[in-house]
């Protein structure tokens, strides 16, 4: 079965909408957050894990996975499904972000962006055709074109330029990019320029993708700045595809964006937070190493129904913690990981109610306690 | 139900036998290798992941325990089993050998020993009477007199010495002990000296314990050193109670020890080495982060039932081991306490059957290959 996207329910008080993506790989229930597997897993848990915890698609780093083990080692092993033992759907990033936010001496041409490997300092040209290529050797069912993810602040000319390249490369990557293999989308750049977000989804559409993504956010931004810029270009987008933007986010962020019209979301904060000891309640959120906690017998979150909350106390946590143990961090992860695909739930089940008005109300009054 | 051992069945070709613990907690077969949970953890793994690798005690130490989170704060939650969301039994350590190997500034006096805590460096008395109380607040099933661990190599006089020490707060440990906790056990000392060993399992035996521990091997001894010590010492304690080595083993010590008539091991083997990325194969060891995996898609041990290799290849956990990822450890730990709880179960069924020669063989001769 090929890639498609349809429209289930839309809400009639917001541009909030329920969809489902068909993959070769299964269905993928929107609004969906899609928890980051930057090295083939997401970090300390099983996909068994992820299954019970309702996660439907990852995400995997290209960039991360092209220089260890290799996309030719997991090419050669029957693809990144097989090699890390999950049979759900995975959306690949193009290896872009990272190279420009972890790999050193990077020179960007018309052609591609040469960067050193933050591994072993060892030299790679990463181009549209090459970060086609390895999603597709990946195995991947959603892949993402390669994009210059313009930094923030910068001026409308930096701006406009890294629009032009990354428009550019758009069209490489159609071009290069098998029918037949997973989907491509494109992804819409233009800093916080109204006029540049508005001429990137007019090009992008016109070579026309499986699906349409908001670059170059959460990179330093304010948080208005993000949701306005959002709020602008999301309507611009084609109604009929998927609409996904990256590297949002936070729970408050992700309930304003979905309201907004967005389908999909790729985050590491539920993981990485997990394992840093930041753990999310209805209130918001708690750090697990306050003193408060040392003795306190009970879970996380009362009433949460997620394996840590069920089994163990925060004193428990607080200890495996503190004591640096490989467990804490297991137990914390999945905790975030059912807080934000709970989230996410209810917001679906609130669109198909035709009550999400009345979710986000909720959702808002809770924090304010 | 308070504490028994009954022998099941005794081997008519060596001094194997084959048990059973009862504790308050539930039962053991023995011979048993018990998993080390360190720090109310057995790093990685919950405990519904130990139960289902047929783990069916794990020790704590009681070290690590009263320096962190502190054993008042065990004990207000409810004790050890609860606080870490374990139901079977648990043994102590009487924090004695830790002092000896972590602890700064130690300071020995018959009262007890002063120490310098590794984690902030404040100062602690460790006395018999201290070691028990620790223990029984935590609510062991098996619990460990406090015992000075003779290091090797030490001349007869210092050995002899410390003998006399152990001896001393073994009587003291008894006299604190309460009845109606947990079970306590003494534990021989002696060095490499068989008139010493011999004169500390009669004073221990005086003393009368539940069972009767092997202390101070593995700490440097060449392997022939600890068996010779081990044969000799074994046969002298009272065939009715359990016989414990403590700190040992590989799998080849462990075959070796049972055929001696051991029934209880404790061992960082299996969960350390897992860590450091050495795995148990029936032929031996491997070691994951050799290039030669880098794409091989066998797993660990070809048949084997464990979850790791029936989910994973060689080369995805090379890959994982290589990236220092969580999952790792965990994969690498589920399949080592797979192999040594599998090793000791096969152990177990060989000294019901009459066939343990006949195992021992088999076992090296899969070694041989």
Redesign the interface.
């Known amino acids: 079965m090929t890639f498609s996207f349809e429209i289930i329910h839309r809400s009639s008080e917001s541009h909030a909408r329920l969809g489902k993506i068909h993959t070769p790989h299964g269905c993928v229930e929107t609004p969906v957050l899609i928890p980051v597997g930057t090295?083939?897993?997401v970090?300390?848990?099983?996909p068994e894990e992820l299954c019970s915890l309702g996660v439907q698609i990852i995400l995997g780093n290209t960039y991360h996975l092209y220089l260890?083990?290799g996309h030719d080692?997991i090419g050669?092993?029957?693809g990144l499904h097989r090699?890390?033992?999950w049979d759900r759907p995975i959306l690949t990033d193009s290896g872009g972000y990272q190279v420009f936010s972890l790999a050193k001496l990077r020179k960007i041409s018309d052609e591609g962006v040469t960067f050193q490997s933050h591994l072993d300092g060892s030299s790679h040209l990463l181009t549209p055709e090459k970060a086609i290529e390895i999603q597709e050797v990946l195995g991947s069912d959603i892949m993402m074109c390669l994009d210059e993810c313009t930094p923030y602040p910068a001026t409308h000319a930096v701006c406009q330029a890294s629009l032009e390249l990354s428009i550019a490369w758009a069209k490489r990557c159609k071009e290069s990019h098998h029918a037949d293999r997973g989907a491509l989308f494109g992804i819409v750049q233009g800093g916080m320029f109204q006029d540049l977000r508005a001429q990137g989804v007019s090009a992008l559409t016109d070579i026309g993708f499986d699906g349409y993504a908001l670059g170059g956010l959460s990179v330093g931004e304010p948080k208005a700045a993000m949701l306005d810029i959002s709020a602008f270009t999301l309507p611009l987008l084609p109604s009929s595809f998927p609409r996904y933007v990256m590297g949002v986010g936070a729970p408050e962020d992700l309930v304003e964006l979905v309201s907004l019209g967005t389908d999909m979301f790729d985050c590491v904060i539920p993981t990485r937070n997990a394992r840093n000891g930041q753990l999310f309640v209805s209130a918001g959120t708690i750090n697990i190493c306050n003193a408060q906690y040392?003795?306190d017998?009970g879970p996380i979150e009362e009433g949460c129904s997620c394996y840590t909350c069920r089994?163990?106390?925060r004193?428990?946590l607080?200890?495996?913690f503190?004591?640096k143990?490989?467990?804490a961090?297991?137990l914390n992860t999945i905790h975030n990981i059912h807080y934000f695909m709970t989230l996410m739930s209810k917001m679906r089940e609130a669109i198909r109610q035709g009550r999400f008005d009345l979710f986000k109300r909720g959702f808002y009054a809770q924090r304010s306690r």
């Open positions: 090295q083939a897993t970090k300390s848990l099983t260890r083990p080692v050669k092993l029957g090699f890390m033992h040392r003795d017998e089994s163990y106390s004193a428990y607080r200890h495996l503190m004591a143990e490989l467990l961090y297991r």
